[in-house]
């Protein structure tokens, strides 16, 4: 049997079993569009803010709803399901056998994003149907700052199972990690909110730097290249890292 063919049997394995977990399914795909639906529901947030340059709460909402999805796939959904191979030893026998060990990394990765990315698209469309929210104004670059959030969150989450030892322990520390992401992207404060100090501050991290280049996109502008720039450079440092401790057993 090809490795292609047996890649795929693994791609489809991870799917099943992705779709048998309500956790999973509940917190990337339906938990940001149901912190959209509640913050859209208070009447102050549909009403223009200054603070905010003229959008609603609801409209900044959007880009860090669109977040929320890929920083849980990332940080909650990879590193307890990877850490769980490891220390179950299926990555072991996986070895042993014609299937690649780094075919159910790039399983879960595929699943986790293509997750992350559906949530994105149906926070979009909630957020349009039933809150009048602007469909971005400029959607390629929309889509590449997503594009590169999504891989940034992903390597974050592969780096995070490669220093996990256990299940617990992955779940602990991606616990941990996930409420500075959060707070980065704007789930508490919106970027646009945000003391000039502090979202400069925040504009270096990879979800900082997300929140803002999807806010420039929806507007029309072209996400800066400084925040997609600093998007990539995660990126690449987070992979790097993760190659380097990653540990099959």
């Known amino acids: 049997m090809s490795t292609d063919v047996l890649d795929t049997a693994v791609l489809k394995t991870e799917i099943r079993l992705f779709r048998r977990e309500p956790g999973g399914i509940f917190w990337i795909l339906l938990f940001p569009t149901l912190l959209l639906v509640i913050v859209g529901s208070v009447p102050s947030f549909r009403e223009t803010d200054p603070n905010l340059g003229g959008l609603r709460p609801v409209d900044a909402y959007v880009p860090v709803a669109v977040l929320l999805g890929l920083i849980v796939g990332g940080?909650?959904?990879?590193?307890?399901?990877i850490t769980g191979y490891r220390e179950n030893g299926i990555l072991r026998r996986m070895s042993t056998t014609p299937v690649r060990p780094v075919a159910l990394l790039t399983a879960q990765m595929l699943v986790l994003g293509g997750a992350a990315l559906l949530s994105a698209l149906v926070t979009l469309a909630v957020g349009r149907l039933a809150f009048d929210v602007t469909l971005p104004e400029q959607p390629l670059g929309y889509l590449l700052a997503l594009l590169l959030a999504l891989l940034a969150s992903l390597a974050l989450g592969a780096l995070l199972s490669a220093l996990s030892r256990t299940t617990k322990i992955?779940?602990?520390?991606?616990?941990t990690a996930l409420f500075p992401a959060m707070f980065c992207a704007g789930v508490w404060l919106p970027v646009e909110a945000m003391p000039d100090?502090?979202?400069?501050?925040?504009?270096?991290?990879?979800f900082g730097a997300a929140a803002q280049a999807?806010?420039?996109?929806?507007?029309?502008?072209?996400?800066?290249?400084?925040?997609?720039?600093?998007?990539?450079?995660?990126?690449?440092?987070?992979?790097?890292?993760?190659?380097?401790?990653?540990?099959w057993e």
């Open 197 to 206: 100090v502090l979202a400069e501050i925040v504009g270096w991290t990879p």
């Open 75 to 81: 940080l909650q959904g990879m590193p307890p399901t």
């Open 170 to 175: 992955a779940t602990a520390i991606g616990s």
């Open 214 to 247: 999807l806010n420039e996109a929806a507007a029309g502008d072209w996400p800066g290249w400084t925040h997609l720039g600093v998007l990539a450079a995660w990126t690449v440092l987070l992979t790097a890292a993760a190659s380097r401790w990653f540990r």
